[in-house]
Nanobody
Framework: QVQLVESGGGLVQAGGSLRLSCAAS????????MAWFRQAPGLEREFVAA????????SYADSVKGRSTISRDNAKNTVFLEMNSLKPEDTAVYYC????????????????????WGQGTQVTVSS
């Protein structure tokens, strides 16, 4: 089992950058595929980015592709989401998610495949 704690959210002006972190406690972090999702008020949770357990495979939503980078440090049990050129429509609560997997390249966009979730961190982008 793994516990996830996000940090790094905040208020930023449009065009700015943020780096979100997700610290995982528990064993065998390197056996988990990780992802970031977000949820804006009144909207459903949506996929942002995912990374395989080795870090060798990544996947991005079209809305953030080219502006965001997901990475992980398995030695520090942490996954990151760096976001640049932020837009007001990026405003949301950002959630970190994890799934134990045997597949090295797995980096799923489907939230139903993730069974561990953090509490979220608020990102607000002002225009």
């Amino acid at each position: 089992q793994v516990q996830l704690v996000e940090s790094g959210g905040g208020l930023v002006q449009a065009g700015g950058s943020l780096r979100l972190s997700c610290a995982a406690s528990g064993r065998a972090f390197g056996s988990y595929a990780m992802a970031w999702f977000r949820q804006a008020p009144g909207l459903e949770r949506e996929f942002v980015a995912a990374i395989s357990k080795s870090g060798g495979s990544t996947s991005y939503a079209d809305s953030v592709k080219g502006r965001s980078t997901i990475s992980r440090d398995n030695a520090k049990n942490t996954v990151f989401l760096e976001m640049n050129s932020l837009k007001p429509e990026d405003t949301a609560v950002y959630y970190c998610a994890a799934v134990l997997t045997l597949t090295y390249s797995r980096a799923s966009r489907n939230p139903d495949e993730y069974n561990y979730w953090g509490q979220g961190t608020q990102v607000t982008v002002s225009s």
